[in-house]
């Protein structure tokens, strides 16, 4: 394996190397620490073998010509944990109840200590969520990454983008102001205008044929229950996959001769 | 073959029996083995514990579809309060005990035979109109001077009897039963109207009732009754 270069720093603060002969008997504190810290993965790995995954997820293989673009799908699973962590403690403050809702977010965004900048991550967020998923479906079509044998992998994808998509649509209504409000009730009847089966759908997410006392909470459980468990279940079989069929080369990236190896391990 | 002994190579076997197939310890008449026997079992043990908590959960979650909704007469005033020649708004409970969220205006007048051609009977001698647009839900208002009920939303605008002038509305207004009790008038539950004010179960916006829509949106299970004809 090639040695990685020396930093560029001044020779008086380059770590000396051991002089052969010294240091060997005496064990300073470092040496102690170091050493529990490797005792305690070791144990872990001798009973788990998770090492084994955890290199065969992280050291892959992968193609010449990857560039930022591969990155967006990271970055939209960002944008999925940071949801998933504020969200977690905005509903330490959130009550669903059609009367106290509104006053609940009231008291996270003007009283609560970094209420407003924790609510506003979570409500920026989801856009900034929304917009790299986009990006990064565009970018695996584009680079035609959906080819095979990656076409389970899009499937699954597709999965992710609706279920993206119902946390946008279940999550507008949470703040309970006459926007949220008007905006659940329209975006419910376009559900409700698909033929047969709409009326009855409608009725299923209001709980009943007008918007009841329930229907807040409804969408509150689907919102934070529901679709994140099925989002990390999916994500957990997307990334599966990703590691199991690796990355393309982009497009314009064309196939060499034999005698050169095209790829290179690089950490991802 | 002397029942009972081992054929040269067992896996050949199609005898039905597991004695005929040389199992060790085959009972007599025996066809199922035991292996197979726990594999059904415990798959179908699996099943049914899995049916006991989701199929209950799950009835649970849709059961909302299915419960007819209960309904009550609201009292909105006396006959002397409206008019035949203009609306008078209502605010009336739709949801009761979720505060602002469970109310709607009604736009209320007296029938007026010169332009009321639907027919009459015990239900429509008041006409409440539905603030609620069939396009997608909005509220409209009603406007005096143009005597339009005009939608904010989408710009849905329709007649002075709640018909459809112009806009992505599909149907009338809704409409509510109204009685007249003494000299109080009452509002009931909701009905939807096709464009020849033909009454049908109440339906959601966006759901059209003339020519096929009625059979593409059908009536729902979970909309209150309509009152019973004296």
């Not at chain 1, 001044?10 to 170091?34: F, Y």
């Not at chain 1, 109840?97 to 609510?119: C, D, H, K, M, Q």
Request: net charge positive; charged share 20%.
């Amino acid at each position: 394996m090639p040695k990685l270069p020396a930093p560029p720093l001044p020779a008086a603060l380059q770590p000396k190397p051991k002089r052969p002969g010294t240091g060997n008997g005496k064990v300073g504190p470092l040496d102690q620490a170091a050493e529990a810290g490797i005792t305690v993965v070791d144990w872990i790995d001798e009973r788990t073998s998770l090492s084994g995954g955890l290199r065969w997820m992280m050291f892959r293989k992968v193609p010449k010509g990857t560039n930022w673009f591969y990155t967006l799908g990271s970055a939209a699973m960002f944008a999925f944990l940071s949801q998933a962590v504020t969200g977690v403690f905005l509903a330490m403050f959130y009550d669903p109840s059609p009367t106290r809702a509104y006053e609940s977010i009231r008291y996270i965004t003007n009283e609560a200590f970094l209420g407003e900048f924790v609510r506003g991550m979570h409500k920026w967020g989801s856009t900034v969520m929304v917009i790299l998923v986009f990006l990064h479906m565009g970018r695996t079509f584009f680079f035609g990454a959906y080819k095979y044998p990656r076409e389970l992998n899009w499937v699954i994808g597709v999965v992710l983008l609706i279920l993206t998509m119902t946390m946008s649509f279940t999550g507008y209504l949470l703040p309970f102001d006459q926007r949220s409000y008007w905006a659940t009730i329209v975006g419910v009847n376009i559900n409700g205008t698909g033929p047969l089966i709409g009326p009855y759908l409608s009725d299923f997410l209001r709980a009943g044929p007008e918007f009841g006392a329930t229907t807040l909470s409804r969408f509150y459980a689907i919102h934070m229950l529901l679709v994140p468990g099925l989002i990390a279940a999916m994500l957990g079989a997307h990334l599966y996959l990703v590691a199991k069929l690796g990355t393309t080369a982009p497009p314009w990236i064309k196939a060499e001769a034999e005698a050169e190896p095209t790829l290179t391990e690089t950490e991802v | 073959m002397v029942p009972g002994a081992v054929p040269a190579d067992k896996h050949q076997q199609k005898s039905p029996y597991t004695a005929g197939r040389g199992m060790p310890g085959a009972f007599e008449g025996e066809t199922v083995t035991r292996r197979r026997l726990m594999t059904g079992g415990v798959h179908g043990l699996g099943i049914a514990a899995t049916a006991a908590f989701a199929l209950p959960a799950l009835g649970f979650a849709l059961g909302p579809v299915f419960e007819r909704t209960k309904f009550a007469w609201q009292p909105i005033g006396s006959l002397a309060d409206f008019n035949e020649e203009t609306y008078v708004p209502r605010v009336i409970t739709i949801v009761a005990g979720i505060g602002e969220a469970g109310k709607s205006t009604a736009y209320v007048r007296l029938r007026n035979p010169a332009i009321d051609t639907e027919p009459e009977d015990e239900f429509n001698k008041v006409i409440a109109i539905s603030t609620r647009c069939n396009h997608l839900g909005c509220p409209v208002r009603f406007t005096q001077a143009a005597g339009k009920f005009i939608c904010p939303c989408h710009g849905g605008v329709y007649d002075f009897r709640g018909l459809r002038e112009g806009g992505p509305p599909v149907r009338p207004l809704d409409r509510f039963y109204t009685r007249i009790v003494g000299r109080q008038v009452q509002i009931g539950p909701r009905y939807s109207v096709n464009s020849q004010l033909r009454r049908f179960s109440p339906r959601d916006p966006g759901e059209p009732l003339d020519g096929i829509g009625q059979y593409l949106y059908p009536a729902r299970f979970s909309t209150p009754k309509a009152p019973p004809k004296n």
